[in-house]
């Protein structure tokens, strides 16, 4: 009976003295050496952080090593500058109360450092990915005229009265003829203008036309001239502020006229649907005296096809001639939508002198 006993005791003890051979399943080093994780919670934890850290080390690296790759994680280290490991200590039997304290100070040590980690691996994985290209900058686009709109602006731009308008054609070429029976300083005789203005998009107008002359009592008959002219903005209308252009003008010889030169500049002021215009000009010529010119202007729309308009002028010759007071009213009539009909009627005084002046024009969008 003894023996079959003994051999269960030593079987016994034989299975014990196994159990503590074991290895165990993970350490912790400390200062003096490696201790034993005895929960088994804990065990899984530092296996677990120790994988991630060490994969989050190997994608980071490679990320680094890969073209355009920054040399520093997002805490702003060396994303390779990895301290060598410690030497392996000798493996001590660690007393239990002092393992819970270094297992707990690895666990803390490994969370901060796993998640240090995944953020610097996720600021490079942003770093490496394609910059979205930043849309480009849409050009303004013109904002497309309503019908009335074109229609005023087509009223407007009529060129019949000799005090002209700050605002420049748009966009759009127009042909004009103007007719007279006196020229603009009131010399009686029959006068022919056609010309072609032509806008562009940057507040430039420019234009070019003729001058045919028959005055009463010339025994040369008709004369003509040729003339070019530009009209540029200066400044647009804003609060108090009128809109300013300036306006230049040569014009060939013509008759015993050498060749001439005006300039004006021209201020336009809105005021609900009237405007009012005003012009201060300064001609200059090769074989007569020079003039200035003074001139104020207004036109108002009724609806979008009648023009009311009317302008008075002061031109003083620089010589022996007389100075002249000018004044005209007359209407703009909008026929379809690229014709406008104009007609004018108007007096020229002088010192000696009180006489009618009549103005018939077309215009048309070519």
């Known amino acids: 009976m003894l023996q079959p006993l003994m051999a269960l005791l030593a079987l016994a003890g034989l299975g ?24 088994a919670e804990d065990c899984t934890e530092l296996t677990r952080l120790r994988e991630e850290r060490d994969v989050l080390r190997q994608r980071l690296g490679e990320l680094q090593r890969e073209p355009g790759g920054s040399a520093t994680g997002g805490s702003g280290e060396e994303g390779l500058a990895e301290p060598p490991p410690p030497p392996p200590a000798l493996s001590v039997e660690a007393t239990p109360p002092a393992e819970p304290s270094a297992v707990t100070e690895e666990l803390r040590a490994l969370r901060r450092e796993v998640a240090e980690l995944r953020q610097s691996l996720s600021e490079a994985e942003a770093r490496r990915a394609t910059p979205v290209q930043a849309p480009k900058a849409e050009q303004p686009v013109r904002e497309e005229k309503s019908e009335r709109e074109e229609a005023l602006e087509l009223l407007r731009n009529t060129d019949m009265l000799t005090v002209q308008n700050a605002s420049p054609v748009e966009r759009q070429v127009l042909g004009e003829v103007n007719v007279a029976n006196r020229t603009q300083t009131g010399e009686v005789g029959f006068v022919l203008e056609p010309q072609v203005r032509v806008g562009t998009p940057w507040n430039v107008e420019f234009g070019a036309g003729a001058q045919l002359q028959n005055l009463a009592g010339e025994q040369e008959g008709t004369t003509g001239a040729v003339s070019a002219y530009a009209l540029g903005q200066l400044v647009d209308e804003k609060a108090v502020l009128p809109q300013l252009a300036l306006w230049g003008q040569v014009t060939s010889p013509q008759g015993d006229e050498g060749v001439s030169a005006e300039a004006r500049v021209l201020a336009t002021k809105t005021f609900g649907q009237t405007r009012l215009h005003g012009n201060v000009g300064y001609s200059a010529r090769q074989d007569t005296a020079d003039d200035y010119l003074l001139g104020l202007a207004a036109d108002h729309p009724i609806g979008d096809r009648l023009l009311l308009q009317g302008d008075a002028y002061y031109v003083n010759p620089l010589g022996e001639d007389d100075a002249s007071v000018n004044a005209s009213v007359g209407t703009g009539l909008r026929v379809g939508r690229s014709f406008v009909v104009t007609g004018a009627v108007g007096v020229n005084a002088t010192r000696e002198d009180v006489a009618p002046r009549l103005l018939f024009g077309v215009l048309g969008r070519i």
């Open 16 to 39: 014990a003295a196994g159990g503590t051979a074991t290895a165990p399943r993970c350490t912790v080093d400390t200062e003096a050496g490696q201790v034993t994780v005895l929960r």
